[in-house]
């Protein structure tokens, strides 16, 4: 590593841990802000001689980074950035502070996938899903798709692992190929985790047409464009590999959804010569992730976190959450974006039944759009408020990414 | 309104639903079902034909390509346009609003549109992102306009129209107007489900449907806190 690079990333560490210990954040970010501010190279430095993943898409990437670091660990040490910093500064961050590792697993923010491939030229990345999220400042999904393409298209050496149940995603991953000019296809290992969300897939990326369902398939009817075949999928409470062989999954988080995680983390595994059965019971060990899932007791009551960001992964926090009293948190700050539209995108009909709360800065946006869907609900002024107003016994936090980071920070960071 | 229910027509969801769009259709049911009226909610997809007779029709917002598809496959159907002509209530949200004009730009393209409402898109210098504030024309008896416009279009208006409202925050057309009517062909550029925040422009469209001028009142008790919120959080970010 040159001289520059050594001294950026020892300031890096130092930054990330006096922002610890003032308490002051996971120290995430900080460090490697200051690092590439000394080199602005540093990221690739530290990322030369690691067999790096990176893990990217709308929903999912966190847990399934978390879930795949622990699978690559049957072969050896692996950094990763596991506090939900996925941009090029939490990147960097991790590394530095990791110090020398073989493997790294990275959660990338979409919107950075391009510039992080350039940077940390890893050996596999894979691909999750897209959907609709934070429209105010993000990509629409139908250009995210093809951001992703052109960042393939310019590495066809990465393997890639992609979601073969989301049209977007299949089409980012499958460039078209030029054998004249030296333009081969990707490798591509596709898995299927099934799709609940399907709102921002029915027009074709390639053609416009508008693309059918029947069960699991899915296929334009104007092009080519279809679900290939996966290797990967999941059955049951397990994972069936490319040989057909099953294993079953036994995971410390709930729902289906994270059994489809689990699939993917073991794929993403295989290419760096994992064995799934080597690796499976590793996932177990995985209890809550930067407080997503975290359990805590407070006043009698088991209180359970669950994140949702955007209308595909509200959806599946439905399905994960237990028929128990509720309390739903939304704030529209910088990072959730500014825009509480898609409230009207998700169905709320499935809380029906349950004791619903409901607090966050913009309680009267979810207010009227329950009231819209016949969800009876109680206004509470707080967090302890709701505590309060529910029996003994577990209370189900479903919460946008602030309102959820306020809600940890009430609970002592839980992790 | 159409002999048994009021039929709300909530047009191609699968191009034109970029965010929330869903909500104007559940808020209009909602409101017509509380007040004892039978509703039906048609969903068409852009490649089913267009019924024209049904009471209200709903066109939300859409990336470019959708936008630019489902104008043509209006104007190809017909149906929006003889809904108009035999009186039925339109109500166009953003890129459902501009489509309703004489023409509009998408991807760098002039698209023609379906000339239901005299004004003509453009792409502005910027994107208008934000809290989005009007006051109404006086004509139509509405509290001010509360929305979130998400749009990179500028659109100007023809004499055959009215400016919904006159900017007070925000953007819409272009800074000073916000939003067309005429008839009862309303578009704007308050986007997604901007009738969650203006329960009075939703009765107004029923109030059109119906032909009654006076429909029961409803506890609007949330979207009123949700109104003084918003308005509130728009005063104080004009402070600072």
Same mark, same amino acid.
């Given at each position: 590593?040159? *001289?520059?690079?050594?001294?950026?990333?020892?300031?890096?560490?130092?930054?990330?841990?006096?922002?610890?210990?003032?308490?002051?954040?996971?120290?995430?970010?900080?460090?490697?802000?200051?690092?590439?501010?000394?080199?602005?190279? *540093?990221?690739?430095?530290?990322?030369?001689?690691?067999?790096?993943?990176?893990?990217?898409?709308?929903?999912?990437?966190?847990?399934?980074?978390?879930?795949?670091?622990?699978?690559?660990?049957?072969?050896?040490?692996?950094?990763?950035?596991?506090?939900?910093?996925?941009?090029?500064?939490?990147?960097?961050?991790?590394?530095?502070?990791?110090?020398?590792?073989?493997?790294?697993?990275?959660?990338?923010?979409?919107?950075? *996938?391009?510039?992080?491939?350039?940077?940390?030229?890893?050996?596999?990345?894979?691909?999750?899903?897209?959907?609709?999220?934070?429209?105010? !400042?993000?990509?629409?999904?139908?250009?995210?798709?093809?951001?992703?393409?052109?960042?393939?298209? !310019?590495?066809? @050496?990465?393997?890639?692992?992609?979601?073969? @149940?989301?049209?977007?995603?299949?089409?980012?991953?499958?460039?078209?190929?030029?054998?004249?000019?030296?333009?081969?296809?990707?490798?591509?290992?596709?898995?299927?985790?099934?799709?609940?969300?399907?709102?921002?897939?029915?027009?074709?990326?390639?053609?416009?047409?508008?693309?059918?369902?029947?069960?699991?398939?899915?296929?334009?009817?104007?092009?080519?464009?279809?679900?290939?075949?996966?290797?990967?999928?999941?059955?049951?409470?397990?994972?069936?590999?490319?040989?057909?062989?099953?294993?079953?999954?036994?995971?410390?988080?709930?729902?289906?959804?994270?059994?489809?995680?689990?699939?993917?983390?073991?794929?993403?595994?295989?290419?760096?010569?994992?064995?799934?059965?080597?690796?499976?019971?590793?996932?177990?060990?995985?209890?809550?992730?930067?407080?997503?899932?975290?359990?805590?007791?407070?006043?009698? !009551?088991?209180?359970?976190?669950?994140?949702?960001?955007?209308?595909?992964?509200?959806?599946?926090?439905?399905?994960?959450?237990?028929?128990?009293?509720?309390?739903?948190?939304?704030?529209?700050? @910088?990072?959730?974006?500014?825009?509480?539209?898609?409230?009207?995108?998700?169905?709320?009909?499935?809380? !029906?039944?349950?004791?619903?709360?409901?607090?966050?800065?913009?309680?009267?946006?979810?207010?009227?759009?329950?009231?819209?869907?016949?969800?009876?609900?109680?206004?509470?002024?707080?967090?302890?408020?709701?505590?309060?107003?529910?029996?003994?016994?577990?209370?189900?936090?479903?919460?946008?990414?602030?309102?959820?980071? @306020?809600?940890?920070?009430?609970?002592?960071?839980?992790? | 309104?159409?002999?048994?229910?009021?039929?709300?027509?909530?047009?191609?969801?699968?191009?034109?639903?970029?965010?929330?769009?869903?909500?104007?259709?559940?808020?209009?049911?909602?409101?017509?079902?509380?007040?004892?009226?039978?509703?039906?909610?048609?969903?068409?997809?852009?490649?089913?034909?267009?019924?024209?007779?049904?009471?209200?029709?709903?066109?939300?917002?859409?990336?470019?390509?959708?936008?630019?598809?489902?104008?043509?496959?209006?104007?190809?159907? =017909? =149906?929006?346009?003889?809904?108009?002509?035999?009186? %039925?209530?339109?109500?166009?949200?953003?890129?459902?609003?501009?489509?309703?004009?004489? %023409?509009?730009?998408?991807?760098?393209?002039?698209?023609?549109?379906?000339?239901?409402?005299?004004?003509?898109?453009?792409?502005?210098?910027?994107?208008?992102?934000?809290?989005? +504030?009007?006051?109404?024309?006086?004509?139509?008896?509405?509290?001010?306009?509360?929305?979130?416009?998400?749009?990179?279009?500028?659109?100007?208006?023809?004499?055959?129209?009215?400016?919904? +409202?006159?900017?007070?925050?925000?953007? =819409?057309?272009?800074?000073?107007?916000?939003?067309?009517?005429?008839?009862?062909?309303?578009?704007?550029?308050?986007?997604?489900?901007?009738?969650?925040?203006?329960?009075?422009?939703?009765?107004?469209?029923?109030?059109? +449907?119906?032909?009654?001028?006076?429909?029961?009142?409803?506890?609007?008790?949330? %979207?009123?806190?949700?109104?003084?919120?918003?308005?509130?959080?728009?005063?104080?970010?004009?402070?600072?």
């Amino acid at each position: 590593m040159p *001289l520059r690079a050594k001294v950026a990333s020892s300031v890096s560490r130092t930054a990330g841990a006096l922002s610890r210990a003032a308490g002051r954040g996971d120290g995430s970010v900080i460090g490697g802000w200051i690092g590439l501010k000394i080199d602005p190279d *540093l990221l690739a430095h530290l990322s030369a001689g690691r067999a790096i993943a990176l893990v990217s898409g709308t929903n999912g990437k966190t847990t399934t980074t978390r879930l795949t670091t622990a699978a690559v660990g049957v072969l050896g040490r692996v950094a990763t950035n596991s506090f939900g910093a996925n941009m090029p500064t939490g990147h960097t961050s991790a590394l530095a502070r990791a110090g020398s590792t073989p493997y790294a697993v990275l959660e990338v923010d979409e919107h950075y *996938l391009a510039q992080v491939l350039e940077a940390t030229e890893p050996h596999v990345v894979a691909l999750l899903n897209l959907s609709r999220d934070q429209l105010d !400042r993000a990509k629409e999904v139908a250009m995210m798709a093809q951001l992703w393409r052109a960042a393939l298209v !310019r590495h066809p @050496d990465i393997r890639v692992v992609a979601n073969a @149940d989301d049209p977007m995603v299949v089409w980012a991953a499958t460039p078209p190929a030029d054998p004249a000019r030296g333009i081969h296809p990707p490798h591509v290992t596709w898995f299927s985790a099934g799709q609940r969300w399907l709102d921002d897939s029915w027009v074709c990326p390639e053609c416009g047409s508008t693309i059918q369902r029947s069960g699991e398939q899915w296929w334009c009817s104007g092009c080519p464009l279809r679900r290939p075949e996966p290797q990967w999928t999941v059955e049951d409470d397990g994972v069936t590999d490319p040989t057909g062989a099953w294993h079953k999954v036994t995971l410390q988080l709930p729902g289906k959804v994270n059994v489809g995680n689990a699939a993917t983390a073991l794929a993403v595994a295989a290419e760096f010569g994992v064995r799934p059965v080597d690796a499976v019971s590793r996932l177990g060990s995985v209890a809550s992730v930067a407080g997503r899932y975290a359990q805590v007791q407070r006043d009698g !009551r088991n209180i359970r976190l669950l994140l949702a960001k955007n209308p595909a992964s509200w959806l599946e926090a439905f399905d994960m959450a237990d028929e128990a009293p509720t309390l739903l948190s939304i704030n529209a700050r @910088d990072p959730d974006g500014l825009d509480t539209s898609w409230l009207f995108d998700v169905d709320f009909a499935p809380l !029906r039944g349950r004791q619903v709360l409901i607090t966050g800065d913009r309680a009267y946006d979810l207010a009227v759009r329950l009231d819209v869907n016949d969800v009876p609900f109680q206004h509470v002024r707080s967090f302890d408020d709701a505590v309060r107003a529910v029996p003994p016994g577990r209370l189900e936090v479903i919460a946008n990414y602030t309102a959820f980071q @306020d809600i940890r920070a009430e609970l002592d960071r839980v992790n | 309104m159409s002999t048994e229910s009021l039929r709300i027509v909530w047009v191609y969801p699968d191009l034109l639903s970029t965010y929330g769009d869903r909500g104007n259709a559940l808020i209009l049911a909602r409101r017509a079902q509380r007040r004892g009226m039978p509703v039906e909610v048609l969903e068409i997809r852009s490649d089913q034909r267009l019924p024209a007779a049904a009471d209200i029709y709903l066109i939300g917002g859409g990336e470019d390509g959708p936008q630019a598809l489902g104008a043509q496959r209006l104007l190809a159907d =017909g =149906g929006l346009h003889r809904a108009v002509a035999q009186g %039925s209530v339109v109500f166009g949200v953003c890129a459902g609003y501009q489509l309703l004009g004489t %023409s509009f730009f998408a991807k760098g393209t002039k698209y023609a549109g379906l000339e239901l409402l005299d004004l003509a898109s453009d792409r502005g210098p910027t994107r208008a992102v934000g809290e989005l +504030a009007g006051e109404i024309d006086q004509r139509l008896g509405l509290p001010a306009l509360s929305g979130f416009e998400n749009h990179g279009g500028r659109t100007r208006l023809g004499p055959e129209v009215a400016p919904l +409202a006159r900017v007070t925050t925000g953007i =819409g057309n272009d800074g000073v107007t916000e939003g067309a009517w005429r008839g009862k062909l309303l578009g704007t550029y308050s986007h997604g489900p901007a009738l969650a925040r203006n329960p009075a422009l939703a009765d107004l469209l029923l109030r059109w +449907a119906t032909g009654v001028h006076q429909l029961p009142p409803l506890d609007d008790t949330w %979207s009123d806190r949700l109104r003084n919120e918003r308005r509130a959080a728009v005063a104080a970010a004009a402070r600072a």
